[in-house]
């Protein structure tokens, strides 16, 4: 009997703790998880595939040297240290709510998230330290990029 009250007791304890996800909490810790499910590591931290996921904090959302190249020419996964350096966290939501980018990046993904969600990365970007230089500038078709890149499409899309 008393250990039923007593887990009843704990019960309703953490209850609040287990819906943080969910409840609009705003955090650093919960930045870095959307930053992660949310696929942003994949393209804009170099060597994340590399290294099997390991963040390496020096490097993390710093943007990519390595272009993405199709029949919108060559493009680089931005350093979103430097997209939300003098931006408020107001201003970001507002951006990320609206903005849009050449492919491969899914700004649709972004536009689909809660305000807390926003809020948190806009945190865990700025967690993160020095801006640094930002990532090569996007390239038109037909210009061949000095970089190493990916081609992701033909510079062509087939019809249909
Ligand atoms: C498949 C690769 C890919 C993924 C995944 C990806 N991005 Fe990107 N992202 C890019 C590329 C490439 C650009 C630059 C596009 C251009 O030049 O127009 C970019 C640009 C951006 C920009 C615009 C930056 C600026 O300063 O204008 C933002 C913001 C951004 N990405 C946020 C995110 C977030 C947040 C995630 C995770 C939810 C994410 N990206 C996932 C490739 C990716």
Wanted: glycine share 10%; proline share 12%.
């Amino acid at each position: 009997m008393t250990l039923k009250l007593c887990l009843a007791a704990f019960g309703a304890a953490f209850l609040p703790l287990a819906a943080t996800a969910e409840d609009g909490t705003i955090s650093v810790e919960r930045g870095l998880q959307i930053s992660i499910i949310g696929g942003c590591h994949d393209c804009h931290t170099p060597r994340y595939s590399e290294t099997e996921g390991k963040i390496d904090p020096v490097n993390a959302l710093i943007g990519n040297p390595v272009g993405f190249q199709g029949p919108w020419g060559t493009t680089y996964a931005a350093n979103l240290r430097l997209t939300i350096k003098g931006e408020s966290e107001d201003d970001f939501v507002e951006f990320a709510k609206t903005f849009k980018a050449k492919p491969p990046m899914p700004y649709f993904n972004v536009h689909a998230m809660d305000e807390s969600d926003l809020r948190s990365l806009y945190l865990y970007i700025g967690s993160l330290g020095e801006p640094g230089n930002p990532a090569p500038e996007a390239l038109p078709p037909g210009v061949a990029p000095p970089t190493p890149y990916v081609v992701m499409a033909p510079p062509t899309m087939p019809k249909g």
